[in-house]
């Protein structure tokens, strides 16, 4: 491999939140989603195939609603048939879920996938930006990143949750992250772990690193610049920062 100079490296590394920084969708979302409905006397409850159908949808309010809309004869849909006020129950069982999965993120339950510290740091002392670019709630992915990585969440900026129209598979969040990082999409590289997201980052003109997670296994990935099962710890190193390359192929 040839000798890579500074200018050589992307200006910014960007990840997704749930999936790559860890897996906190079956066993930490899915999980508060149905503590949530239980709370609130919603007699329903998301099983583990049921979810991973559901994360087709990106964000967990339009989720929710997704869902809902498909058993309208049942509640708390049958009751509630304004739309302003279907609305107004999604936001309130979202905060509410979100709270719970900040609860579970605090006591350690979910702890960060392989390589994912070692990444940032390695792109920080490269000269890098790092930012995290999430569909899932703002608090949420903040907290993540403040519990998870403390050590660099004031270097870590969040974009995350309603801050763009659209969510993934748009690319409006990779849009703002660069735009807001004043830096080239071009020269991003972004690290995703579902089709929707990667589909999200190729969209906005940046690279893509896929980092496989529980739900993702079988996704359709061929659009991804590099797939690899994680990013590994050191010594162990799927994907290390000084062996990507702007511009040209990865590897």
């Not at 703002?138 to 974009?159: S, W």
Request: a negative charge; one cysteine or more; proline letters at 5%.
């Amino acid at each position: 491999m040839r000798a890579l100079r500074n200018f050589d490296y992307p200006e910014a590394l960007l990840f997704d939140c749930d999936g790559v920084l860890c897996e906190t969708e079956r066993d930490g979302h899915r999980v508060t989603f149905n503590a949530t409905f239980k709370e609130f006397g919603i007699p329903h409850e998301w099983d583990v195939e049921l979810y991973g159908e559901l994360l087709k949808i990106g964000g967990g309010k339009e989720r929710m609603t997704h869902y809902f809309d498909g058993v309208p004869e049942t509640e708390p849909w049958k009751s509630t048939t304004d739309p302003a006020a279907r609305k107004e129950l999604v936001k309130k069982l979202h905060l509410r879920k979100t709270e719970m999965f900040l609860e579970l993120v605090e006591a350690g339950a979910l702890p960060l996938r392989e390589g994912v510290k070692r990444m940032v740091g390695e792109a920080l002392e490269h000269g890098a930006k790092v930012a995290v670019c999430s569909t899932s709630n703002e608090k949420a992915v903040q907290g993540i990143v403040n519990t998870m990585l403390p050590e660099y969440a004031d270097r870590m900026p969040v974009f995350a949750g309603d801050v763009v129209p659209k969510k993934k598979p748009s690319p409006d969040i990779y849009q703002l992250a660069a735009k807001t990082l004043n830096v080239n999409p071009a020269r991003c590289v972004v690290v995703e772990d579902t089709h929707i997201g990667c589909t999200a980052a190729k969209a906005a003109g940046m690279r893509c690193v896929v980092t496989k997670s529980i739900y993702s296994e079988g996704e359709d990935f061929s659009q991804a610049d590099h797939v690899v099962d994680c990013l590994g710890n050191e010594g162990d190193e799927r994907v290390k920062f000084n062996e990507l390359t702007t511009p040209g192929a990865f590897w």
